[in-house]
Each structure stands twice: as structure tokens, then as C-alpha cells.
């Protein structure tokens, strides 16, 4: 495995017994043979671990292998067992979200991974929005929102470790990527200051935390690495996400994108990175619209509408009866609507082409996509003028970030090798939709390549190649972030990007083409 070099690891030694000349102690005997046997350390000899050493070196006959994780100084020494029952030697990565945590468990020994883990993050119980929980942190609830996680960690390490047949303690480092608020909840940081002017974190970087101070249930001398953040709305899992891809270690230039509630972007390449993230994502993740739901059973995630007869065909999850529609399905549908002439360039719906699916709701008009009598709960789904409209300002929004990246560098889409997109968003968008309605740039299809879990991804990397800890550091070091907010050509391009695909069709020329559009 290329790079292949885990934050913890197994060390056989076979240490020479106590004699009147030799009568070093045990602790100086054990340093002597790792720095004979595996490097120069420094090796740190944890107190505990010092008072059971006499005993265990002697049980084991003076043939022992050391544990050792990665902590702030070099190698931390965790156990010494018997050479013929050395254990496991176990890493834990976390990708922990706003809505969902991601476990992954994995062998530092083979590199693989043992199994995964999904579980939706309890905090939701005080807010969707993640201002609502920091709302809420103010008002006193800060440690049982850390209380919240650290139960979650704890359930999940006992479900993997026992599905897996391994021990807790065999855990001897866990690398932690989430936004900067979340990890702040981690940690129970004070993130008042995280969502008002001039929006500072409480940290940017954290030291190595001691599975003691959370109370985490793993080894007790295991470290557990949370990643940095660059800022209020650049958290580590961006920087996962830059590990994942691997951007900042090519020549060539490479966009990544992330897009949850906000639209999170990074441009460069291994001399340069220039970051963002702007409000783009609530309804591309279906969060704001009528019939809108997150990728679940259920949720449509696929829109066909035939142009000659204009008949709807849908694809759901799990490929039960329709409940709503999630990011890729929402992106589906304004994309077919829009090639089928059923709605124009302003996204204004032509009520008289499909008078069957064209209905009054709520004293709007919408467009029908399910019947009441297609659907799990009896109930018709539908995308009101009101959610087109909506729809159109985050692809516009999203679109306009993109490009405000792009020429703050000087360069323009064509300079893009690699498009990468984050997320489930990348996993399930068709990036031709997403042309069609203006909401990623019309380049090559070959060039946008989905990621996936690029935080789990990254965090996992944290694990297997202790060279990514600098690599963070360079990476965080190396990255000019651009404020959104401030920036007046974000609102004046912005207006022009309020259309299907763009106000200026030679932006998108396959689009144009495709459609006869003039």
C-alpha cells in the first residue's frame, strides 16, 4: 500500500534479561530496545504504563510488543504485551456532522478497514440548523451537547467492536473530522464567537486530547487527533476533504466542492489553495422545499420527463413508493422540466403545456411529479413556483461561487483538470443535470469526479500515513480564504446567474446547443 505508515503500531522486541551487569531498569531497558529495533523516538512512557512495566516485562519473559501511537511529541508507549498475544492494533476515523457521524473502524496492521458505521447525530434534538445549537450552547446546554457525542462515540466503538469481535482498548488513536462548530462541541468549546463578527473560533488547531479528558471508552493511553479548522466556516472536514483528494499534492489545478447547507469550495493545487463557502445548499439538499426530504427510502432521487409526451418516470431509493425529494432528485426534476419546455428560463412554470400535473396548491401553482395515488402516504409530490424559485437562487448561488473563485486567481473553468465533488452530493448528482439548469460549469463530464465521503475519507488517511499530520499543517498554512459576504462581485454576478442555465448562454454552450436555445 503506497504511503502506508499508521499512526500506531506494533513493535516486537526481545529485550536482554536483568543481570548484576546489566542492571538497567525496565523503563531504560524498554527505551534502549525501541530505539534499537524502531528509531530514535522520543518515546513517551506514560505514568501508568511505567507502574505495570516491571511485572508485565517479567510475565512475559522479557519478549514483549510495545504499543505505540503517534501523540504531540513522537511515540507514545501504550501497553507492553506478551509477544504470542500482542493484540490488535486498532484505529478509529469519525466523520462528525451536523446530521449524521460516520465510524469508521480500521486495522493499522493490514490497513483495512473493519467495518463502517452510520448513526444520525443526536444533537439535532436542539436544532437542525447549526445555529440553533450554538443558540442553545449559550444558554448552558454546551456540556450535554458534548455529553450527546461523547455517548454517541462510546455506543458506536462497543456496535463496531463487537460486530467486529475486537477489543475497545485494542483503539489506540481516533482522528476526528467535522466542521468548526461541531468539533468545538467536541471538545466543549466555547462557539460564541463563531457565528458573529469578525466570527473567530475559540481554536484553530487543537493538540492531541487524552481519551480521559471526553471520556472515551478505548484504550486510555490511545490519542485522539481532532483536525484543524481555518476558520468559522472551515472546519477539517474541508481539510479531510483536501487529504482525500489529494489536491494539494498535484500540479495541476483542482476544484473540490462540498455542498451541504452551505457550499464549501476549494481551488488549487500543491503551491496554492484558495477557499470559500457561501450559502448555496439548503435546497440542493431538499431541506426548504414542499415535498423536499433527506436520501432516504423513499425519496426520489432520479426525474425523467420524455419531452414528446412529457410522462414522468421516477427512480426512489430503495425503490419504494414515492415520500419526497432529495438534492440529486430535485436537480433531476428542474433539469427535465426545463429541457421538456415546462418551465422557461426563468424558471416560471408553463402552466398550459401539462394541465394534468399543473395544479393550484397552497395559492401557488405547482407541478405535480407523483400522484396522490403513487405514493407512500397517500399524499402527492409536487415543486411549488416558490420552490423553483428558491431552487434557482442556490444553484445561482452555487454557480456564482465557482466562478468568483475562478477569476479571484485569474484563471477560468478551462483551467480545471480535476473537479471534485464531495459528499453524497458527488455521489448521486448527474453532473450533465447539473449543467443544465447553470449550477456547475459546462466542461468536460470526464473532468468532475465524485468523492464520496471525503471527511471519513480523509480522516481515514489520517490514520494510515502519519505523514498527512504535516501535510494538515502545510495545507492550513497554504490556504487564502475569500469572504463571500463582503465581496461585491459575488452580488453583481450573482443576478445573472437567476436563470436556466444563465443569463449569458455562451457560459454554457452544450447546454445552449442541446436546447436550441438562442
Known amino acids: 500500500m503506497s504511503g502506508f505508515d499508521p499512526v500506531a ?95 469508521y473502524l480500521v486495522d493499522l496492521v493490514s490497513g ?57 482498548q485494542d483503539i489506540l488513536f481516533v482522528s476526528v473530522a ?28 487543537f493538540d492531541f486530547v487524552s481519551p480521559s479528558e471526553l471520556g472515551l471508552e478505548i484504550n486510555p493511553q490511545s490519542s485522539i487527533y481532532v483536525l484543524p479548522n ?50 448555496a445548499g439548503p435546497a440542493l439538499e431538499g431541506g426548504i422545499l414542499s415535498c423536499g426530504m433527506r436520501a432516504q427510502p423513499g425519496a426520489i432521487e432520479r426525474v425523467e420527463i420524455d419531452p414528446k409526451d412529457l410522462s414522468v418516470h421516477v427512480k426512489t431509493i430503495g425503490d419504494e413508493k414515492p ?8 436537480i433531476d426534476l428542474l433539469a427535465a422540466m426545463f429541457e421538456a419546455g415546462l418551465v422557461d428560463q426563468t424558471g416560471k412554470l408553463m402552466v398550459d403545456l401539462d394541465p394534468a ?11 405535480v411529479v407523483a400522484f396522490e395515488s403513487e405514493t407512500a402516504e397517500g399524499k402527492p409530490v409536487y415543486i411549488t413556483q416558490s420552490d423553483i424559485k428558491n431552487l434557482i437562487r442556490s444553484k445561482g448561488a452555487m454557480y456564482t461561487i465557482l466562478n468568483v ?12 483538470d480535476n473537479f471534485f465533488v464531495a459528499g453524497a452530493f458527488g455521489n448521486y448528482i448527474d453532473p450533465k443535470k447539473a449543467i443544465a439548469i447553470g449550477m456547475l460549469p459546462d466542461i468536460p463530464l470526464e473532468k468532475f469526479k465524485p468523492l464520496g465521503n471525503s471527511a471519513g475519507k480523509g480522516a481515514v488517511r489520517v490514520l494510515l500515513e502519519q505523514k498527512s499530520l504535516e501535510k494538515m499543517d502545510e495545507i492550513c498554512e497554504k490556504i487564502t480564504y475569500l469572504e463571500m459576504n ?33
Not at 440553533?132 to 454546551?142: H, N, P, T, Y
Not at 483528494?245 to 489545478?253: G, Q, T
Not at 436556466?500 to 436555445?517: C, G, I, M, Q, Y
Open 486 to 518: 463582503v465581496r461585491g462581485d459575488f452580488m453583481n454576478q450573482l443576478t445573472g446567474a437567476l436563470f436556466l442555465p444563465h443569463t449569458d448562454l455562451s457560459r454554457f454552450p452544450s447546454v445552449a446547443k442541446r436546447l436550441n436555445l438562442s
Open 405 to 416: 473563485v475562478i477569476q479571484s486567481v485569474g484563471i477560468t473553468f478551462e483551467d480545471i
Open 230 to 279: 481555518v476558520g468559522s466556516y472551515f472546519g477539517g472536514d474541508l481539510i479531510a476533504g483536501i487529504l482525500a483528494s489529494k489536491m494539494a499534492e498535484r500540479h495541476e489545478i483542482s476544484l473540490l466542492v462540498d455542498v451541504g447547507t452551505n457550499a464549501e469550495v476549494v481551488l488549487g493545487n500543491k503551491d496554492w489553495l484558495v477557499a470559500c463557502a457561501g450559502a
Open 112 to 168: 483495512k478497514t473493519l467495518r463502517t458505521l452510520s448513526r444520525e447525530n443526536p444533537q439535532r434534538a436542539h436544532g437542525e440548523d447549526i445555529l440553533d445549537r450554538i443558540m442553545f450552547a449559550q444558554r448552558g446546554g454546551l456540556e450535554e451537547l458534548q455529553k450527546e457525542v461523547v455517548d454517541l462515540f462510546n455506543d458506536s466503538i462497543r456496535e463496531l467492536c463487537s460486530k467486529c469481535g475486537v477489543d475497545a
Open 357 to 367: 400535473r399543473m395544479k393550484q396548491i397552497g395559492h401557488e401553482w405547482a407541478y
Open 323 to 330: 415520500r419526497g425529494l432529495c438534492g440529486s432528485g430535485i
Open 9 to 103: 503500531k506494533s513493535v516486537p522486541l526481545r529485550l536482554k534479561e536483568p543481570a548484576l551487569g546489566d542492571n538497567r531498569s525496565p523503563e531504560k531497558r524498554l527505551r534502549d530496545a525501541l530505539t534499537q529495533d524502531f528509531g530514535p523516538g522520543p518515546f513517551h512512557l506514560p505514568l501508568d504504563v511505567a507502574r505495570r512495566l516491571p511485572e508485565e516485562l517479567s510475565y512475559a519473559g522479557f519478549s514483549v510488543s510495545a504499543l505505540l501511537t503517534r501523540d504531540q511529541c513522537g511515540w507514545r508507549i501504550c501497553a507492553c504485551r506478551p509477544l504470542e498475544r500482542p493484540g490488535r492494533v486498532l484505529g478509529l476515523a469519525v466523520d462528525l456532522g451536523s446530521t449524521s457521524v460516520v465510524f
Open 178 to 205: 467535522g466542521n468548526t462548530t461541531m468539533c468545538h462541541f467536541l471538545l466543549r468549546l466555547d462557539p460564541s464567537n463563531i457565528c458573529k463578527e469578525p466570527y473567530i473560533p475559540a481554536v484553530n488547531r
